[in-house]
């Protein structure tokens, strides 16, 4: 995959990295959640690994038996000594890959703390954690690319607008359009007909991960600027194409609340730049 990098770092910084994980209780957490033993097996073959206690067969029935049900096994020991997670830096890879996961972690102020404490140890070494919600999946995923090329790749927005000019009543209800039927992920912006003294800019903006219920994002004006032209261009709308990826450069957008760039980060934690850049933004 282009961007994709070999991931690199010293070992010494994995095991502080590891104990910082285990400082903030994200292991704990999953312990209590009943996850600890999916999250597990999503990096080691638990199920075919023999377990060393005489008593079961496999390292599953180990790891519950002496994590799980009973506190014979603190983190360090499990991941470790048992798992051997510094012996192996693919593994530690996929576990620091997973561990910010929405398939793991319900908490959105966690999940953006600790891709934050992952990127502090990797930015040094040219490494990033980024974001790489596509497709079907309910989960948004992350993996380790290189920096610069990120950094490159920031000038322009891939996800794509879709305009809905004529919607089903209010424009702040899902139902009031149709949902994508190819383009994951993708944004799609509804017309609002308020009437501004004139004016008709008001869109909302609903993102769709995948072909699930859309996440709505909030309310935006959007308006072209009338330098040059005598027309006013009252109703963007009519200005809009049905799809793009940036609004033309004599566009601007503003969101109406707080809340519109606050899930715009949620969503898209390692991009929401490029859609505030592609949006024109003069937040």
């Known amino acids: 995959m282009q961007g994709k990098k070999k991931f690199s770092l010293p070992q010494i910084q994995q095991k502080s990295l590891f104990q910082e994980l285990v400082q903030r209780g994200v292991f704990k957490a999953l312990k209590q959640d009943g996850q600890i033993l999916d999250f597990v097996a999503s990096i080691w073959e638990i199920d075919l690994l023999p377990s060393t206690d005489p008593r079961f067969k496999t390292l599953r029935a180990d790891i519950k038996q002496h994590f799980v ?13 048992k798992l051997g997670v ?22 959105h102020a966690l999940i953006q703390d600790l891709v934050e404490l992952i990127n502090r140890y990797l930015l040094p070494h040219g490494q990033r954690l980024v ?3 596509t497709g079907d999946s309910a989960f948004t995923t992350y993996e380790i690319r290189d920096d610069k090329e990120i ?18 009543g209010r424009s702040d209800k899902p139902t009031s359009h149709s949902a994508p039927i190819k383009d994951f992920p993708s944004f799609v ?6 009437d501004d003294y004139g004016w008709r800019s008001l869109f909302y903006l609903y993102y769709y991960p995948g072909k699930s219920q859309p996440i709505p994002i909030g309310k935006v004006k959007i308006i072209f600027s009338t330098k040059g032209t005598n027309n006013l261009r009252w109703v963007t709308k009519k200005f809009l194409p049905d799809k793009f990826t940036e609004l033309p450069e004599d566009a601007c957008s503003l969101g109406q609340e707080r809340e519109y760039y606050t899930r715009i980060k949620e ?9 505030f850049r592609a949006l024109n933004d003069c937040a």
Do not use: C, M
């Open 267 to 275: 969503v898209l934690p390692d991009d929401y730049r490029n859609i």
């Open 189 to 194: 912006l509804v017309a609002d007909n308020w």
């Open 131 to 133: 974001a790489t919600k």
């Open 151 to 168: 950094a490159d790749q920031t000038r322009h927005n891939k996800i794509p607008f879709l305009v809905e000019k004529n919607p089903r």
């Open 69 to 81: 049900d009973n506190d014979d096994w603190d983190d360090t020991y499990l991941f470790s000594e």
């Open 86 to 107: 510094f012996k192996d830096e693919g593994r530690f890879q996929l576990l620091i890959e997973l561990i910010p996961s929405d398939k793991f972690q319900r908490d």
